[in-house]
Nanobody, 115 residues
């Protein structure tokens, strides 16, 4: 079983920055891939950024060059640094972990970007 707890969301003005954190109950060295997803009101959940066990990363086109996913394996933490935020980044952001054959999710953290 994997428990994930996100933190770091909040209200920020357009152009600002936030860093989201995700604490993982298992060693992230055991996790196949970890990622950040988001879901805006009335929209489907979408992948924002992902980092594999090997350290490869991929990003949604909409956040490339603005967001950076990283991890601290010693602390079992994954981060999402979000810069140059836009109102369209407003959403609930979820941390995910793909462990063995299952996807695990955190409870989400709200990010609101005001114009």
């Amino acid at each position: 079983q994997v428990q994930l707890v996100e933190s770091g969301g909040g209200l920020v003005q357009a152009g600002g920055s936030l860093r989201l954190s995700c604490a993982c109950s298992r060693s992230i060295g055991d996790i196949n891939a970890m990622g950040w997803y988001r879901q805006a009101p009335g929209k489907q959940r979408e992948l924002v950024a992902r980092i594999t066990h090997a350290g490869s990363t991929n990003y949604a086109d909409s956040v490339k060059g603005r967001f950076t996913i990283s991890r601290d394996t010693a602390k079992n933490m994954v981060y999402l640094q979000m810069n140059s935020l836009k109102p369209e980044d407003t959403a609930v952001y979820y941390c995910s972990a793909h462990y063995l054959v299952e996807d695990h999710w955190g409870q989400g953290t709200q990010v609101v970007v005001s114009a």
